[in-house]
């Protein structure tokens, strides 16, 4: 595609409950990274993707929360028995090939944990 | 520990001003250096990517330094217009072992008409 892509746009979701947030890197991008931008916190790094493996998970905040790459494209982010604290704009960015390259960011997903 | 500091974090000026966005960070021994711009709502547009070994990046009205040494970055927007009203994040990688940017907290910027 013309530029990264996330879905939803939008979630709301209860607390406790799981959530699937998907990312389209584009096309022909080896490296992936998620974050997440939340008010009091800014902009955090959570994980990068080269190819299928993630050489960096040091940013995920706790064990709910968990990522896959499949096929070297698409990511999705899991967040397990979500809390009230998860809700934030979750932002996936992808580059070409990775360490010296520009990251492109997709649109984000809004998620509200009530 | 690494962190980037951008200060002000907001900035009003009137259109046609020339001005100065800074960002700071600790441990000078750097990878590279991204600006990005940030629209209300949106995601994050690229600006600049300045590599260690590099001094400056230009485009268009848009020219961002850099000095390691000092640890300072800044970014110059040459004849401001309210189009640029957003934004401006800077955020530096330090390894090149992974992609993990480490982000400033922003200065907002708006020009006015």
Excluded at chain 1, 40 to 66: C, T, V, W
Excluded at chain 1, 80 to 104: F, I, N, W
Excluded at chain 2, 75 to 93: E, F, H, K, N, W
């Amino acid at each position: 595609g013309a530029g990264v892509s996330q879905s939803p746009s939008n979630k709301v979701t209860e607390k406790g409950k799981d959530v699937e947030l998907r990312c389209d890197p584009i096309s022909g991008h080896t490296a992936l990274y998620w974050y997440r931008q939340s008010l009091g916190q800014g902009l955090e790094f959570l994980i990068y993707f080269q190819g299928n493996s993630a050489p960096d998970k040091s940013g995920l905040p706790s064990d709910r929360f968990s990522a896959e790459r499949t096929g070297g494209s698409v990511s999705t982010l899991t967040i397990q028995r979500t809390q009230q604290e998860d809700s934030a704009v979750y932002l996936c960015a992808s580059s070409l090939h990775g360490s010296q390259e520009t990251q492109y960011f997709g649109p984000g997903t809004r998620l509200l944990v009530l | 520990k690494q962190e980037v500091t951008q200060i002000p974090a907001a900035l009003s000026v009137p259109e046609g001003e020339n001005l100065v966005l800074n960002c700071s960070f600790t441990d000078s021994a750097i990878y590279n250096l991204q600006w990005f711009r940030q629209d209300p709502g949106k995601g994050l547009t690229s600006l600049l990517l300045i590599q260690s070994s590099q001094r400056e990046q230009t485009s268009g009205r848009l020219n961002a330094s850099l000095d390691k040494s000092s640890g300072r970055s800044t970014l110059y927007i040459a004849a401001s217009q309210p189009g640029d009203s957003a934004t401006y994040l800077c955020a530096v990688r330090w390894s090149s072992n992974t992609g993990k940017l480490i982000f400033g907290q922003g200065t907002t910027l708006q020009v006015k008409p």
